[in-house]
């Protein structure tokens, strides 16, 4: 079997009844809106997240959707929000405006601000974002979180417990906006439920170059571990070199990363150690080997670990139109909630009915990097918790 047979089936869309003639015609065309930061503090996620999409959808198309009589194909458009939530909304306005009924947004401050607007026009939001009730909930059955974000806590938190003895206390650094707010709320909630104590709780301004204040009132704290949260990009790399330069000695865990970016800012000797969650380094199966070769012939290295993050969210659209055999943002939501699939990682659904009240947010394992010798080395992956 081909890889992108092999890539498609495993999207649920399947082609074995189309004749040479029908899976060769000419196909209709889906249109899928793409916000997302190109340039400024996101840029690197941004970049990897549009090449990797781009790639999916590539094997989708060479295959096509088949929906009763008509096969279809998806098309991605690009829109540079900057990380700025004003541009996204601008953005997403355009897009709906054009008819436009499929969006995929990258980041909190991007996709919270817009969700109000695509549920009012019945259409499918898939965010990779942190959020809560304000982005998933009853109120917005057509939006769904396609990686992991605040929620991973769930599963790291218990982790950190068993795995580090001498952590007792914890400190917590976000941005502060939509994405930092909720990443605190909810790290602090489960590290707490976990044993641990919550020993500070610090905001930055997204994009700032002085983090020494900031790291400042963190260290004055003593935390055994400081949970960078919500904290993207290089804002990253700034506040892990502030701390260490201060004399911080502890812990740090950080998430969202381009690991090559993140040491070559911050330096390898500040880097050193960082827990990186929801972060895979190495292969771990064919599919994600696949990928990584992918990349490595057409870009060269590094690999960019978010990558392997992006990755399944075309095929779950795919999945969805064909489950639903329907175009309408509505009836392919219908179809998507609950459900399971294999992935990129292995099992996947969309769950967290218990605590959001829809089953909207993806549910995987987790898998956890280190920072050894100014490289990510693969620690472990943590099973997905069976009570969440």
């Known amino acids: 079997m081909n890889v992108n047979r092999r890539r498609v089936l495993l999207a649920g869309v399947s082609v074995a009844a189309l004749g040479a003639t029908q899976a060769h015609a000419q196909a209709k065309v889906i249109a899928v809106g793409v916000s997302l930061p190109l340039t400024g503090p996101g840029a690197a996620t941004g970049i990897t997240t549009q090449r990797t999409l781009e790639r999916g959808v590539e094997l989708i198309n060479a295959e096509g959707i088949q929906i009763g009589p008509d096969r279809y194909t998806l098309k991605l458009s690009f829109y540079d929000n900057k990380y700025v939530p004003a541009e996204a909304v601008t953005i997403v306005e355009k897009m709906l405006a054009d008819g436009t009924r499929f969006l995929i947004s990258l980041g909190s401050g991007n ?23 304000h982005l998933t909930s009853p109120d917005f059955p057509l939006s769904f979180r396609v990686a992991p974000t605040n929620e991973t806590a769930y599963a790291v938190y218990p982790w950190l417990r068993a795995t580090y003895k001498d952590v007792q206390k914890t400190g917590h650094m976000n941005p502060s906006d939509e994405a930092g707010f909720t990443e605190s709320e909810d790290r602090r909630m489960i590290a707490e439920k976990n044993g641990f104590t919550n020993v500070a709780n610090e905001y930055f301004k997204r994009g700032s170059t002085d983090f020494y204040p900031v790291a400042t009132r963190l260290v004055n704290a003593k935390p055994d571990l400081i949970d960078f949260g ?159």
């Open 111 to 133: 996709s919270v601000p817009v969700v109000a607007k695509t549920t009012a026009v019945k259409a499918l939001q898939m965010s990779y974002a942190s959020g809560k009730a």
């Open 230 to 388: 919500g904290t993207i990009g290089r804002d990253q790399s700034l506040g892990c070199k502030a701390l260490r330069e201060l004399g911080y000695k502890g812990k740090i865990m950080l998430g969202y990363s381009d690991a090559k970016s993140f040491v070559e800012v911050a330096g390898a000797d500040a880097a050193e150690g960082t827990l990186l969650f929801d972060t895979l380094v190495d292969p771990q199966n064919a599919q994600q080997k696949e990928l990584q070769d992918w990349w490595l012939k057409k870009y060269g290295p590094p690999f960019p670990t978010f990558a392997y993050s992006a990755w399944d969210t075309p095929f779950i659209l795919a999945m969805g139109l064909k489950k639903a055999q329907s175009t309408d943002p509505v009836k392919i939501a219908e179809a998507l909630r609950g459900a399971k699939w294999d992935g990129l990682y292995g099992p996947e659904a969309f769950g967290m009915k218990s605590v959001y009240g829809i089953d909207t947010s993806i549910t995987r394992a987790i898998p956890i990097a280190v920072i050894k010798g100014g490289k990510p080395v693969q620690l472990t992956t943590v099973p997905w918790p069976a009570d969440v």
